[in-house]
């Protein structure tokens, strides 16, 4: 027996009844033989670890733009927080770990630089706008090695694709990650706030529900999500809970992400993103290979240019503005 059926036998026998077992899923964009060691979802894992999409994330915002520090999450460490707290929630409850690890560590492969402020500057300028999580799908269909993309199962791709609050995963680990990523982006955010002196503390009412820590915060809402879910086909807070968590990311939203500081930073981004996104519009021939092959494989100019902007880091983005539209001196010694 191969030791990929003896880890699907496992599955079998220590999964519960609401998990999805790798035996059951839908299958790939593409046949493709299976693998003697893993099972699908696992060479889903290995395949997004392995990615390039998934190293730019270590040089991609999460929410302060450029940030002085080397201890500030970037989209790469938020990815890896979600990660290990969809984890913990999928062993409670009898769930496949590694679909939920799958999902997890893709669904931001297909963020912009400059977090949420370059999603909207993309939005806006392309002309069917734009979405992180269709882009995370598009980057492991599409734009992943040259253009033959990953290649993942069913079961993943919907995750990637449904994991923001409008969408409804069709797995309860997909229903894992989309939980699992607001408890880690909303308390990794405060802790970060708080490092930075945009805040002093969360208000005392928080305090009282979940604790005065970042490690208190995320385990308070990680038990009661387990509380709440065992022994049902759904992932779900206690209403407390839920309260409490959308009335946390209402406090961060009117102190930190619309902050005065944070809104003239994002006009920033804005006028940057905007002047590279029509620069390469114009001159198409500027970007790297793999994208020159997409439109000339049939994809829209425009949506290429959006590929090309959206993958890259912030540093690269910076770089690029300032060898296309600042001037230099010239070394004349």
Excluded at 96 to 122: Q, V, Y
Excluded at 125 to 131: A, K, M, S, T, V
Excluded at 133 to 156: A, C, F, P, Y
Aim: charged share 30%; hydrophobic share 35%.
């Amino acid at each position: 027996m191969l030791l990929r059926e003896k880890q699907e036998e496992i599955e079998e026998k220590i999964l519960g009844p609401f998990a999805m077992k790798s035996t059951q899923t839908r299958g790939r964009l593409k046949a493709e033989e299976k693998c003697d060691i893993r099972t699908d979802f696992q060479r889903d894992r290995d395949r997004i670890i392995h990615c390039k999409a998934f190293r730019r994330m270590k040089h991609k915002t999460q929410v302060f733009i450029s940030p002085e520090g080397d201890h500030y999450r970037t989209r790469l460490t938020h990815t890896l927080e979600v990660a290990q707290i969809a984890r913990t929630i999928a062993r409670a409850l009898e769930l496949n770990e590694d679909l939920t690890e799958a999902i997890a560590l893709g669904h931001d492969l297909g963020h912009t630089p400059f977090g949420h402020a370059g999603e909207d500057t993309l939005n806006g300028l392309h002309r069917d706008g734009f979405e992180h999580n269709k882009q995370s799908l598009r980057v492991v269909d599409m734009i992943e090695k040259d253009g033959h993309g990953l290649n993942l199962t069913w079961e993943v791709r919907d995750g990637i694709l449904n994991h923001r609050t409008s969408g409804k995963p069709s797995t309860m680990e997909g229903l894992v990650v989309r939980l699992s990523d607001k408890i880690a982006y909303t308390n990794h955010d405060i802790d970060d706030a708080i490092r930075a002196g945009v805040i002093k503390d969360i208000p005392q009412e928080f305090k009282e529900v979940i604790g005065d820590s970042s490690s208190s915060r995320i385990n308070a809402m990680i038990r009661d999500t387990i509380a709440n879910s065992e022994g049902i086909r759904d992932i779900r807070m206690s209403p407390e809970m839920k309260k409490t968590l959308g009335d946390l990311r209402e406090f961060m939203f009117k102190t930190v992400y619309l902050s005065e500081n944070a809104l003239m930073e994002k006009e920033k981004v804005r006028n940057m993103l905007t002047f590279l996104y029509n620069y390469y519009l114009e001159n198409t021939d500027q970007m790297d290979d793999e994208f020159i092959r997409l439109i000339k494989n049939g994809e829209h100019k425009d949506t290429v240019v959006c590929d090309y902007i959206a993958c890259m880091t912030d540093r690269f983005s910076i770089t690029a503005f300032k060898r296309l539209f600042i001037p230099t001196s010239w070394n004349i010694y």
